[in-house]
C-alpha cells in the first residue's frame, strides 16, 4: 500500500495524474481544440492561434460561461494536426472547473509550441484522431465534442463527410472554426463536409487576426450550450443544405 501511495504522489506531483480505472469525472462538456499547422499556416498566423486561443481562456465571458457550466466544470484537450499522419496532443486533458484553472490553461497556451511545419490539410485524419481521444480520458461528459479549425479543405484524400457522419453516430458532435483568409467559401465546405450532431454550427474568422474574436464566441456558445437532443442532424441532409463550393 505504502508503494501504491509514492507511485501515485510521484504521478501528481509530475502533473501525470490519470483517475483510476471506472472513476470518471463528470462534466457538463468534454472538448478537443484541434489546431491546423498545415503547411498553408505560416509562422505568425500559426502564433495568432495559439495566442488567440489563451487569450480567450482569460476572457471575462469564457471563464463566465465555464462557472456556469455546473459543478463538474468542463474538460478540455488541444491537440495539432497537419497532414495524413500528422496529429498530435499538444496538452492533456485538463480540468477547467474555474477562474484559475482557465488562467493556467491559457498559460501553457501562450508558450504552445508549433507540432508541424509543413503538410497536406488532412482534416479527416485529424478528426478520427481527435474523436479516438474520449475513450479512457478520465471524464463522463453531458457532452462530447470536436473543435477542429483550419484555413482550407481536405487535400490529402481522406472521405472528410463519411468520417464525420461515423463519428456523429458515436455520439460526438463537431463544430468548426473555418479561417476564409485563403479560401472565402469555406465556411460552406465546413457546413457540408465537417460539422456535425446535435447544435453543430461553424464560426467564422475572417482571417487569422480575427481568429482570437471568434474562438471567443465559439467557445461561449459551446461551453453554455444545452445538451440537446430530437435536433435532425442527418449528415446527408446537412451536406445537400450547404454543397461544397
Do not use: C
Not at 480575427?210 to 461551453?223: C, H, M, P, Q, S
Request: avoid cysteine.
Amino acid at each position: 500500500m505504502g508503494i501504491l501511495r509514492s507511485l501515485l504522489a510521484a504521478g501528481v506531483s509530475a502533473g501525470l495524474w490519470v483517475a483510476p480505472a471506472g472513476a470518471e469525472t463528470p462534466v457538463a462538456l468534454e472538448l478537443v481544440l484541434a489546431l491546423d499547422t498545415s503547411e498553408s499556416v505560416n509562422a505568425e498566423e500559426f502564433a495568432l492561434q495559439a495566442r488567440g486561443l489563451a487569450a480567450a481562456f482569460v476572457h471575462p465571458r469564457v471563464q463566465q460561461a465555464i462557472a456556469r457550466a455546473g459543478e463538474g466544470g468542463v474538460a478540455i484537450a488541444v491537440t495539432q494536426w497537419a497532414g495524413f499522419r500528422e496529429q498530435t496532443v499538444s496538452i492533456a486533458w485538463t480540468h477547467l472547473r474555474g477562474e484559475a484553472d482557465a488562467e493556467a490553461l491559457a498559460a501553457r497556451l501562450a508558450g504552445l509550441e508549433r507540432a508541424y511545419i509543413g503538410g497536406g490539410t488532412g482534416i479527416a485524419a485529424a478528426l478520427t484522431h481527435a474523436a479516438a481521444l474520449f475513450a479512457g480520458n478520465g471524464f463522463d461528459g453531458q457532452r462530447r465534442v470536436i473543435d477542429l479549425s483550419g484555413d482550407g479543405r481536405e487535400n490529402r484524400g481522406g472521405d472528410v463527410a463519411s468520417v464525420r457522419d461515423a463519428i456523429v453516430a458515436q455520439g460526438i458532435g463537431i463544430n468548426g472554426l473555418p479561417i476564409l483568409n485563403e479560401d472565402r467559401f469555406l465556411y460552406y465546405y465546413y457546413r457540408g463536409n465537417v460539422i456535425g450532431g446535435p447544435g453543430a454550427f461553424a464560426e467564422i474568422a475572417n482571417d487569422y487576426e480575427d481568429f482570437a474574436n471568434a474562438i471567443v464566441e465559439k467557445l461561449v456558445r459551446e461551453i453554455g450550450a444545452p445538451a440537446l437532443s430530437g435536433v435532425p442532424t442527418s449528415a446527408g441532409d446537412m451536406a445537400a443544405l450547404f454543397p461544397q463550393r
